[in-house]
C-alpha cells in the first residue's frame, strides 16, 4: 500500500506533450532489446493491471494491446521508471519469440555497416500469416 | 561503399518534428539498458565518426558528448534501426560502469512495487564526485 500523502505513482511519470511516456520492451530471457513503443496513462495503468504490453498507437490514436491479432502478447514481469521518469523498460516474456511485425524477434533488426542500414535478422514468420488470424 | 542512387543512411533515420530521433544505449557486456536518450542529426553522424555515444540535450539545447565531464563515455561497438526508423539502439562499453547522473549504473534504476517507485539499485559513486571532474 502507498504511504498516507504520497503521490501516485502515474503522477510520478513525465508525460510528454502528448501525454506519452517512452516504454522499451526487453526479452527477459534473452536480454535482447525487442521494441520501443509509447503509453499514454490508461495504457500504463492497464498494462500493470493486466500484466501485459499495452501501448497507445500514435498512429491509430487507440491503444494497442501488443499481440491482440497476432498472439504474439508480452507478458509483464517487470517495470522500471528511469531517472528523469519519461522512460520505462519492460522485461517481458514474448509469447512466439517475435516481437517485431516484419516477422522478426526484434525490431531492431537493421544495423549500419558500409554506410547502409542492413537486415541481418531472420524472418520467422511471414507478416501476412502473421496477421490472418 | 553504399550503391549509387542509393539513399543516404541519415536520410533513412525517421527524424520526429523536433529533429530528433530515440536513442536507447545497451552494456555490450551484462546486456543491460542504460539509458534512452536522443539524437539528432548532428550528433548521430558524430556518434558514427567517433565511435562514441554523443546526444542531443533537449534541455540543454547541446551537443551532449556522453561522458565529457564524468568521464563515462559510451564506447559504441553496434548501431541498430527499428523497423519503423524512429528508434536507434547502441551496443556500448560503458566505462566506469556508471551510465547515470546518479551515480547509478542505470538509469532505470525504479521499480514499481506495492505501486510506488522504488529505487533499488544502489549508487556507486557520490555525483558530488563525478561531476567535479
Not at 500500500?1 to 526487453?26: C, F, R, T, Y
Request: overall charge negative; aromatic content about 8%.
Amino acid at each position: 500500500m502507498p504511504a498516507p500523502n504520497s503521490k501516485h505513482w502515474l503522477d510520478e511519470v513525465k508525460w510528454n506533450n502528448d501525454g506519452l511516456v517512452a516504454a522499451i520492451a526487453q526479452d527477459i530471457h534473452s536480454g535482447r532489446v525487442l521494441m520501443m513503443a509509447w503509453m499514454n496513462r490508461e495504457s500504463l495503468a492497464l498494462t500493470i493491471r493486466e500484466q501485459r504490453a499495452i501501448y497507445w498507437s500514435r498512429s491509430r490514436q487507440a491503444l494497442w494491446r501488443k499481440g491482440e491479432s497476432s498472439g504474439h502478447v508480452q507478458v509483464l514481469h517487470d517495470i522500471a521508471l528511469d531517472c528523469d521518469g519519461d522512460t520505462l523498460l519492460l522485461q517481458v516474456e514474448q509469447i512466439g519469440d517475435i516481437a517485431c511485425h516484419t516477422g522478426r524477434q526484434s525490431c531492431f533488426y537493421r544495423g549500419l555497416q558500409d554506410e547502409q542500414w542492413q537486415s541481418r535478422e531472420p524472418i520467422l514468420k511471414d507478416p501476412d500469416q502473421i496477421y490472418d488470424k
